[in-house]
């Protein structure tokens, strides 16, 4: 669609009208349509019904994610996403659209097709997520590269510059300080002694690019935050241990499996569910009674507990019951504490509490 609304504007839509293009299309085809027909001669209905119907028309008349159908989500996700880049990336777009009108060229005319394209196709959908416009990162990067070459080239833009490398100096700030909160949590203890490393490497590209605002070296700035960038993907090779807990339940699952003969439905919060579904391969339930929210996202065909008298049925169904649950859920489950259950603890990793709940019936 980009690349049709630029020939469009180029008046050169003939240019599609060749034999390229139309073995292109053959091997489009030839990739696509034989995974589509596995699925529908494998699945049927659901699968049709799924994929085409809930996947890509339902979402667009109803929001998956209610939270996040409003119209500044997709404009802030853009400039937010680009971190560290996000001051830059604002400034840049903007002298990028009030330079289009005077010097248009090919290139120029083909990014803002980009991100015209991009933006129009889900910001009218319902269902946001900031996944959704991943194609449109690309094309922010090359305009935020293209401005900052620019100003490098053109030492006449002295305020401008100074703008820019104040914009780097607070992006790199942030990280450290952003790190500071994070350990100031209980959850994130462990983190400390690496997180401290971290903190003193980057208090030291901090004032080092203080150094650089004072001597007006913008490009020793820009290498300055890409060096911090880095700095923090080589870090998160050696901390991805600590994080894991919070952002996966693969520990989890590997501790329910690995000490448990796990049978029947595993209760899970809402956060964990995909995750303990896709590392067992057993069935799972939702549990999710003090939201509002009357449904697990889209329509599932999982059993969803929305009220206490939903998952007091369900836990009488099996005798025990494992369970991998946020604290709110941990504080709903116990609230049905009595003599017809039984609640043990038996793990805490990260966020998510391991519990066993066994029905016992009235005595």
Not at 20 to 47: E, T
Not at 62 to 75: G, L, M
Not at 187 to 214: D, H, R
Request: charged share 15%.
């Amino acid at each position: 669609l980009t690349i049709i609304l630029f020939l469009l504007v180029k008046n050169d839509l003939k240019f599609l009208l060749c034999r390229y293009s139309l073995w292109g299309f053959i091997v489009f085809l030839g990739i696509s349509l034989p995974w589509h027909m596995v699925m529908i001669q494998k699945y049927g209905h659901d699968f049709t019904h799924e994929f085409f119907y809930n996947d890509h028309f339902r979402r667009i008349i109803e929001a998956e994610h209610r939270r996040y159908d409003t119209w500044y989500f997709y404009p802030f996700t853009m400039i937010a996403y680009m971190f560290p880049w996000s001051v830059v990336t604002l400034i840049a777009l903007a002298y990028f659209f009030r330079n289009l009108k005077h010097d248009f060229k090919a290139i120029y005319a083909f990014l803002a097709c980009w991100i015209f394209v991009v933006f129009c196709i889900f910001q009218p959908a319902h269902s946001k997520l900031s996944s959704y416009i991943l194609p449109l990162f690309p094309a922010l990067g090359i305009i935020a590269g293209d401005f900052i070459y620019d100003l490098i080239l053109l030492p006449r833009q002295n305020r401008i510059r100074f703008l820019i490398s104040l914009a780097i100096f607070f992006s790199i700030l942030l990280i450290p300080i952003g790190l500071v909160i994070a350990l100031n949590k209980p959850a994130y203890l462990e983190y400390k002694m690496p997180a401290s490393i971290l903190i003193t490497i980057y208090a030291g590209l901090v004032l080092l690019s203080l150094v650089f605002i004072i001597s007006r070296s913008l490009l020793k700035n820009v290498y300055l935050l890409v060096i911090s960038i880095f700095i923090l993907l080589w870090s998160a090779l050696f901390m991805h241990a600590y994080a894991e807990p919070y952002i996966s339940s693969k520990v989890s699952c590997d501790y329910l499996l690995k000490n448990y003969n796990v049978e029947g439905y595993i209760l899970c919060s809402k956060p964990f569910v995909r995750g303990v579904r896709y590392y067992t391969d057993k069935p799972v339930a939702v549990v999710n009674i003090s939201s509002s929210e009357d449904n697990f996202f889209s329509p599932h065909p999982i059993p969803y507990l929305h009220s206490k008298e939903e998952l007091k049925e369900f836990l009488k169904k099996q005798p025990i019951t494992y369970c991998v649950l946020k604290k709110s859920s941990v504080d709903e489950i116990k609230s049905l504490a009595g003599k017809e259950f039984n609640f043990i603890l038996l793990k805490t990793v990260g966020n998510q509490h391991i519990f066993v709940v066994s029905f016992i019936g009235k005595l």
